[in-house]
């Protein structure tokens, strides 16, 4: 049965959910994988029909809240084997393709194909456990960063000039059932180790930070609570002024939803389709399944959902200065990148490069200090996941806070269990229908011969 459970997203055996997390330093430097600071809360739209505007009902599907300019990842985890497309404001965030192809997205793809590159535009579960960003280059992504519908910052508005769809698509493919067996009979060792070494690294990596980000929200919320913290969830429990008590000069507010634009380089290889010498249909493309996940901003979280905002992320500065790490999981560079030229991220839009950070980087089996540049130049590609126990224990801790007591944080979210119906899903199915990576290249050959002709 599909559901939704403490936040998780359940469809058959695979999980999804969304993960906050550092904002990584915008600049020219590749960071490292930065920490899992719990999931985003997730709700149904239909939920919430009175409250939400209508186009984001319209779209349907769940809903998280995220800050401006607050980052995110999504985590992924599944016996069998799926493929899956993610569109972020309907612009592939693999491949940077729209979600409808045209001419142009052909011709993409065979320029890809004469640099001997990979056309592919999707990820494979179990073999991909997350993903930070836009595969804006081989072996790097661009943080996934929220910013305000219709504020120009997008992946969206950017490679397609315009901003409608917002938030997040999902397309799932799964496996036939032959395929399954035949996988599973090849390769159940070979994948069975690889996700059991990733799953130690994310379970110690959460592990690790679980006590950090509860001192630091502590001390944060402390801080900001007679402050800024408290004004902006007054103003976002509060109805929205009237246009005619605006003052002249006032900034407009903020739309209700939130799309996702590309933030700093993150060190992240997108894994290579190993399905495809099962076969050409070995992809059930006839059950693939779509749906939307929107992203709603906090300063109209409490006003549409009666519920109080997520306290606010951590900076990396703050994340850094309590002794925080970053990870690095050794895994193969892959060539699997999008075409995203002339796409710029949040800082280069804005004129500004930020500071780098300098924090501990750990591997899946040994810590490793980052170097003074940056860049995590011996360290290889991690991910929100920790790494292994071993240095997990080994791991710098903040000192402890004074002899006063910890407060304790308020409880503001009861994750909820919830089944996910008919309604939502996209009942059109995927605009077009799903193809690997080697009938892609079949398509393109074929075409050439009749050109030829």
Do not use: C
Request: hydrophobic share 35%.
């Amino acid at each position: 049965m599909n559901r939704l459970v403490d936040d998780v997203v359940i469809l058959d055996d695979l999980t999804i959910s969304f993960r906050r997390t550092i904002r990584v330093p915008d600049n020219e430097h590749v960071s490292e994988l930065p920490p899992d600071l719990g999931p985003f809360p997730l709700f149904r739209v239909k939920d919430f029909v009175k409250s939400l505007p209508s186009e984001m009902v319209a779209k349907g599907g769940l809903l998280f809240p995220m800050y401006d300019r607050e980052s995110m990842w999504i985590s992924f985890s599944s016996e069998k084997y799926y493929a899956i497309k993610v569109y972020s404001g309907a612009v592939n965030v693999i491949s940077g393709e729209p979600s409808v192809e045209t001419a142009a997205t052909k011709l993409h793809r065979r320029h890809k194909v004469a640099r001997k590159e990979s056309i592919q535009d999707y990820i494979v579960t179990p073999s991909q456990r997350w993903i930070d960003g836009i595969a804006t280059a081989a072996g790097q992504v661009r943080q996934f960063v929220a910013t305000p519908l219709g504020s120009g910052y997008s992946l969206e508005a950017q490679a397609t000039g315009q901003e409608v769809a917002g938030g997040l698509q999902f397309e799932i493919t799964p496996l036939t059932a032959r395929a399954t067996v035949q996988l599973e009979e090849r390769k159940a060792q070979e994948a069975r180790a690889k996700m059991e070494r990733e799953m130690a690294m994310e379970i110690a990596r959460r592990k690790q930070l679980e006590e950090m980000y509860r001192r630091e929200m502590e001390q944060e919320s402390m801080e900001r609570s007679k402050g800024e913290e408290r004004r902006e969830r007054i103003r976002a429990s509060s109805p929205p002024p009237r246009r005619s008590t605006r003052l002249r000069g006032e900034p407009q507010p903020q739309p209700a939803e939130m799309n996702l634009a590309p933030g700093g380089l993150i060190r992240q290889s997108i894994v290579a389709d190993d399905t495809d010498p099962l076969g050409p249909d070995q992809w059930d493309k006839d059950n693939t399944i779509v749906f939307n996940v929107q992203i709603l901003n906090t300063s109209h979280f409490a006003r549409i959902t009666g519920k109080p905002a997520p306290a606010t992320p951590i900076t990396a500065q703050m994340y850094a200065s309590l002794g925080g790490a970053f990870f690095s999981l050794d895994e193969e560079k892959s060539n699997i990148a999008g075409d995203f030229d002339g796409l710029k991220s949040v800082g280069q839009l804005d004129g500004l490069k930020e500071l780098s950070i300098n924090p501990t980087v750990y591997s899946i089996g040994k810590p490793s200090s980052s170097s003074s540049s940056g860049k995590k130049s011996g360290s290889k590609s991690h991910h929100h996941s920790k790494h292994g126990s071993s240095g997990s224990s080994k791991t710098k801790k903040p000192p402890p806070p004074a002899k006063e007591p910890e407060p304790s944080l308020p409880v503001v979210h009861v994750p909820a269990r919830k089944k996910l119906g008919a309604e939502f899903f996209n009942q059109g199915g995927p605009k077009i229908p799903f193809r690997s990576v080697k009938q892609l290249e079949a398509e393109l050959g074929a075409a050439r011969l009749v050109s030829f002709d």
